[in-house]
C-alpha cells in the first residue's frame, strides 16, 4: 500500500461521466455488474471453519518487508503478528483486529493476511464483502500485489492493485493501480459510500483489456490495460506488463502512516475489520 500517489476524488456524477462518455473497449455498457452464469466460481474463502485456513492465508510479521523497521515503507505504526488476538474467524467472518498496546517496540498491533504462494491469479473478478471500522489513524485495505513482489526494493516493478482501501472517519473508498513506467506510476479514484461502516462488496473485474472497480456492483473506477493506446485517455495505462502476470491477495488493517496519519485520543481500539468472504470468478 505504497502512497506516493494522488487519488482523483470525484462525485459520483463525475465519477460516471469519466468512466461512461469515453469508450473502453466493450466494458462500460452498463454501470452495474454481478457475477452471473457466464462468471464461475475458482476459488473462494467463506471463512465459515473454526481457524483460518492456512491452505488459503499466511501472514506478513512485523515492522517491515524482510525485517525492517521502515513501517511497510509508509511509517505505519503497527506491528504485524499472526495471534488470534488480531486475526480469527468468528461468527462466519475472518476478524482483522486492531490493538493499542505495547508490543515488540510498536505501540499497536494488527494483522496482514496474503495469499502469497497459495492462491494466485491473473484476470477473473475478485471480490470481498467486508465491514469497515471508521476511526482516526485506522487503513484497512483489501488489495493486490504482483507475484514477484519480494520486498520494497520489487515495488511498484511487481505492480500493485488497491480494490479497496479506507482511512479515517470519511464516507469515502479508494481504488488504485500502482506500477513502473520510467518511475512509480499511479492512477485512481475514490467514490463516496453511504453507510460504510456496514457490509458491502467490494469487487474487481480484470482481463487482458481493462480494469474495473465497483462497489455493491456500481462501477466507480476504470483502467484500459490492453495493447491498444488512445491518445489523450488519462486512464490509458501505459508499459502495463506488470498487470498481465499472476497476482496475490493481501486483507490487512494499518495503524497511522503517512495517509491516514496518527490515531488520537478519539480512535476506539480495539478497532475491527470484518471479511464474511473472499471470492474469485473466471470471467467468460
Known amino acids: ?111 496482514r493476511l496474503k495469499s502469497k504462494e497459495l492462491k494466485e491469479f491473473t484476470y477473473g473478478r475478485i471480490e470481498a464483502r467486508i465491514k469497515l471500522p471508521l476511526d482516526q489513524g485506522l487503513w484497512p485495505a483489501f488489495w493486490m500485489l504482483g507475484s514477484s513482489f519480494t520486498g520494497d526494493d520489487k515495488w511498484p516493478y511487481c505492480g500493485e492493485i488497491d480494490i479497496m482501501e479506507h482511512v479515517n472517519k470519511e464516507p469515502v473508498v479508494s481504488g488504485a493501480l500502482h506500477w513502473d513506467n520510467n518511475g512509480p506510476q499511479t492512477f485512481g479514484q475514490s467514490v463516496t459510500v453511504d453507510n460504510l461502516d456496514d457490509y458491502h462488496v467490494y469487487a474487481l473485474e480484470w482481463t487482458k483489456n481493462y480494469i474495473k472497480w465497483y462497489v455493491d456492483d456500481q462501477l466507480f473506477c476504470a483502467a484500459d490495460i490492453s495493447d491498444i493506446i488512445i491518445p489523450n485517455l488519462e486512464r490509458n495505462i501505459k508499459n502495463n506488463d506488470a498487470f498481465h502476470q499472476p497476482f496475490f491477495i493481501l486483507l490487512n488493517m494499518a495503524v497511522g502512516g503517512n495517509w491516514p496519519k496518527d490515531p488520537d485520543d478519539s480512535t476506539d481500539f480495539p478497532a475491527k475489520m470484518y471479511v464474511d468472504y473472499v471470492r474469485v470468478y473466471e470471467l467468460s
Open 1 to 111: 500500500m505504497n502512497k506516493k500517489r494522488i487519488l482523483f476524488k470525484l462525485s459520483s456524477l463525475l465519477l460516471f461521466t469519466s468512466v461512461f462518455l469515453s469508450p473502453l473497449n466493450a466494458c462500460a455498457e452498463t454501470f452495474y455488474s454481478k457475477p452471473s452464469e457466464k462468471m464461475k466460481l475458482v476459488w473462494s474463502d467463506e471463512f465459515d471453519e473454526s481457524e483460518i485456513n492456512k491452505d488459503n492465508w499466511t501472514y506478513d510479521i512485523g515492522k517491515g518487508n524482510n525485517g525492517s523497521n521502515n513501517g511497510w515503507g509508509n511509517n505505519e505504526l503497527q506491528y504485524y503478528t499472526d495471534r488470534s488476538d488480531n486475526s480469527r474467524i468468528e461468527d462466519g467472518n475472518l476478524v482483522i483486529e486492531a490493538h493499542k498496546e505495547n508490543y515488540n517496540g510498536s505501540d499497536y498491533t494488527s494483522a
